[in-house]
């Protein structure tokens, strides 16, 4: 922070901001009864408000969809699963290979998923 309170950020910390932005923009959400990637969101929305700017509709609505940036590329995830131990793992129902290749994808500076059924069990550990 300088001294009339502009806020800097170093490159390293620009890059993660960037990263992060640019995962969680990439993210697909429901609206509308369709799958759209929020760019596309941004794109229907400033249509809308051209509509609404120029009268041809009544009402304008920013309040559909909500914003939900919750991904599984968090922090603590990866955490669980780079200390996840082979016993600890088979206890909750994850075999070796399933564990080994987890704690690769976890190393690697990428985002990354898992399955809906392994994710349950992750979160259950600790």
């Known amino acids: 922070?300088?001294?009339?309170?502009?806020?800097?950020?170093?490159?390293?910390?620009?890059?993660?901001?960037?990263?992060?932005?640019?995962?969680?923009?990439?993210?697909?959400?429901?609206?509308?009864?369709?799958?759209?990637?929020?760019?596309?969101?941004?794109?229907?929305?400033?249509?809308?408000?051209?509509?609404?700017?120029?009268?041809?509709?009544?009402?304008?609505?920013?309040?559909?969809?909500?914003?939900?940036?919750?991904?599984?590329?968090s922090g603590m995830l990866r955490e669980r699963i780079l200390f996840l131990t082979p016993s600890k793992a088979r206890e909750i129902g994850i075999s070796k290979s399933t564990l080994w290749e987890l704690q690769k994808r976890a190393q690697a500076d990428k985002p990354f998923r898992t399955y809906e059924k392994v994710g349950k069990k992750i979160s259950i550990v600790c």
């Open 1 to 73: 922070m300088t001294d009339n309170y502009v806020l800097r950020l170093s490159p390293l910390a620009m890059k993660r901001l960037l990263k992060e932005l640019r995962c969680s923009l990439s993210s697909r959400i429901q609206y509308k009864s369709r799958n759209y990637s929020w760019d596309e969101i941004v794109r229907l929305k400033t249509e809308e408000l051209g509509r609404y700017v120029s009268r041809k509709v009544d009402e304008l609505d920013f309040k559909d969809p909500n914003a939900n940036f919750n991904t599984e590329d």
